[in-house]
C-alpha cells in the first residue's frame, strides 16, 4: 500500500460518523467556541433562535439558503482555531515569566512543572 494522495475522512464504513455525548454541551462548543457557547447558555430561546440564525447566516458562504457540510466544516475549523489562538493569547502571560514576549525553556518549565520542580 502507498501513500493516500487525497485526504479522506477517516471514517471506516460501517462506523458511526458521531459519537453523541451525554447533552449537547460538546456540539454547543464545537459549533460556537467555548466563550460563545457559554454566552448563549444565557439567552432566553427566542434570543437564541434569532443570533444562531445570524450565525447561520454567516456559515452559509455562498447564500444559497443552505449549508453544506463543507460550510459547517470550515465554520466549526475557524471557531476552533480562533478558540485555540485566544487561549495561547490567555496563557502566554503565565509563561513568559520575565515579560520579554519570549518564552525560554526554563519560562516554561517553571510555568509548567514549577510546583513539582
Do not use: C, M
Request: charged residues 40%; aromatic residues 12%.
Amino acid at each position: 500500500l502507498g501513500k493516500p494522495t487525497a485526504r479522506q475522512e477517516r471514517t471506516r464504513p460501517g462506523t458511526a460518523q458521531h459519537e453523541d455525548r451525554s447533552g449537547f454541551q460538546f456540539d454547543h462548543e464545537a459549533f460556537l467556541g467555548k466563550e460563545e457557547a457559554r454566552s448563549f447558555d444565557q439567552l432566553s430561546p427566542d434570543e437564541s433562535r434569532d443570533r444562531l440564525g445570524k450565525i447561520v447566516d454567516r456559515i452559509d458562504d455562498n447564500q444559497d439558503g443552505y449549508v453544506t457540510t463543507e460550510e459547517l466544516k470550515t465554520w466549526i475549523k475557524r471557531v476552533q482555531k480562533r478558540y485555540i489562538y485566544e487561549n495561547v493569547a490567555k496563557v502566554w502571560k503565565d509563561y513568559d515569566l520575565n515579560k520579554d514576549n519570549k518564552i525560554a525553556w526554563e519560562e516554561y518549565k517553571q510555568a509548567t512543572y514549577g510546583y513539582y520542580l
